[in-house]
């Protein structure tokens, strides 16, 4: 973290990003686990921080029908999280950061046919993971 005011808090939300950057998660899900922990961190406190996080590029947030919300993935480890298809394990959570040259031909043919450009910092693909798959 930069020069920013660092709280408990804070610190506590930081450290769970960290330790869940191959999957993304809700806020609901850093709450129940602050709560399991014993940990009591205001609801209000963790939406602040995850906004200011997201500002700051250190998480990218996207909707999913999944959890009728917003999932988050921390994304500080991949400073070009914004330039690039996501993948995301419909069982299991875990987030794949595809090389984008595996979408040069869709990404043109949505521009050229419908006008359509694609966000890739939003843009996720939902299936299950080899490992998922083998359970």
């Keep these: 973290m930069k020069n920013e005011y660092k709280t408990k808090s804070r610190n506590a939300i ?14 609901r899900d850093i709450m ?23 500002k700051e590029g250190r998480l990218i947030s996207y909707k999913d029908k999944d959890v009728n919300g917003t999932c988050y993935q921390y994304s500080e480890d991949n400073k070009e999280c914004n330039c690039h298809i996501h993948a995301k394990c419909s069982v299991c959570g875990k987030i794949y950061h595809l090389d984008n040259k595996l979408f040069e031909n869709v990404e043109k043919d949505l521009l050229d046919k419908y006008g359509i450009d694609i966000d890739y910092g939003k843009t996720v693909i939902a299936g299950k993971c080899n490992n998922c798959r083998k359970s």
């Design 14 to 27: 930081f450290e769970y990003l960290k330790e869940n950057r191959d999957r993304r998660f809700t806020a």
């Design 32 to 54: 129940d686990t602050f709560s399991d922990q014993g940990e009591e961190v205001d609801k209000s406190t963790i939406y602040r921080n995850l906004e200011k996080l997201c």
